[in-house]
């Protein structure tokens, strides 16, 4: 079977791998679409993910939704043949954040085609793979696989809303309009936002912002623009940039939320730490998810409009130019591999 494997920096391969076997409480999954996210782009460009750098060939993503194949033994779930999307976090469950309800930071997790740790986990890009039975979810009825392909990057900016708070009837400032910043878009509007303001640099950006529900859109180059808003009650940085943050810390009303989401560059960061004191701001991190999966899924079933933000579908065979697409933000907005296309 054909897999898509980051061999070092800019060195990006479609190579033959081993057809994977289910063991012990494990499924096997034909994987149908997988959604390149920036941490993927990362490890094509930079050779790792701030501290997480490829010390072995790995197989990328996280983001895949297919079809289930088989079960080992012990293994119990979705019959065979049902669609479904996959959970990309084994937690370890003993852990003190484990243990207190905070799995999305285990310190001990193993996530799908991540370099956190060696031997690397091999991720899902791949014609089949083979995960533990329990992070399978079946799909909700009338969700097509390829919107389902949105399921985890969707669920990462569910958690960062979460992380603001009850943002209910309230303005939300979102720096930074990548596929996360416009599905945080997304999901601060199904928790009930009165408004959404979102920046970026670049138009395009802020076109699919707007495809996902922003309420006004602005060029972070231009300030001094009348629809940028003179405060909002919470801000989610998902831009990874020190400047988008400096936006955040001064827009925020006093007493309010900023979400940092964006992955910052490894080192330190410079930031207007008086502001978080003088208008005592709480400024939160967010990383990755838990339970927000499964509402992921039921929010995508009723929402057609996510269709939006699928840029294109481009076949396993044509990885690199799919990468590129992806890395493009003047083009594209979620570029999805087909495996079998």
Not at 46 to 64: I, Q, T, W, Y
Not at 213 to 221: H, I, K, Q
């Amino acid at each position: 079977m054909l897999g898509c494997v980051i061999h070092g920096q800019g060195d990006l391969r479609v190579d033959e791998l081993p057809p994977p076997s289910p063991g012990s409480g494990e499924a096997l999954v034909a994987v149908r679409y997988g959604g390149v996210c920036g941490s993927d782009l990362h490890y094509w460009r930079h050779g790792g993910v701030g501290d997480f750098r490829l010390r072995e060939p790995m197989v990328l993503g996280h983001e895949v939704v297919g079809t289930v194949v088989s079960y080992g033994a012990g293994g119990d779930g979705p019959a065979p043949g049902t669609a479904v999307a996959v959970h990309p976090a084994t937690a370890c469950g003993l852990c003190p954040e484990c243990v207190s309800g905070r799995r999305n930071v285990c310190r001990d997790t193993r996530y799908l085609g991540s370099a956190a740790r060696t031997p690397h986990v091999q991720g899902g890009f791949a014609a089949q793979l083979v995960v533990p039975a329990e992070q399978l979810r079946a799909l909700p009825a009338g969700l097509p696989l390829r919107r389902a392909a949105l399921a985890e990057p969707l669920s990462v900016a569910l958690h960062a809303v979460r992380r603001a708070g009850d943002v209910s009837g309230r303005h939300v400032l979102v720096t930074g309009a990548g596929p996360i910043g416009c599905l945080v878009v997304a999901a601060a509007k199904a928790a009930g936002a009165a408004r959404v303001t979102v920046t970026d640099l670049l138009p395009r950006a802020l076109e699919y912002a707007v495809a996902a529900g922003a309420d006004e859109v602005v060029r972070a180059d231009e300030p001094a623009s009348p629809g940028l808003p003179a405060e909002v009650d919470a801000a989610i940085e998902a831009s990874g940039v020190a400047a988008g943050l400096d936006t955040c810390l001064r827009l925020v009303r006093r007493g309010g939320v900023i979400v940092q989401l964006g992955m910052l560059p490894p080192g330190q960061t410079p930031f207007a730490g008086n502001l978080v004191v003088s208008r005592e701001l709480e400024l939160r991190g967010s990383f990755r998810f838990d339970v927000e999966f499964d509402e992921a899924l039921a929010l995508l079933a009723r929402e057609p409009r996510f269709d939006d933000l699928v840029s294109a579908v481009v076949p396993l065979r044509e990885v690199e130019p799919a990468f590129a697409l992806a890395a493009d933000r003047t083009k594209s907005c979620k570029v999805l591999l087909d495996f079998e296309g």
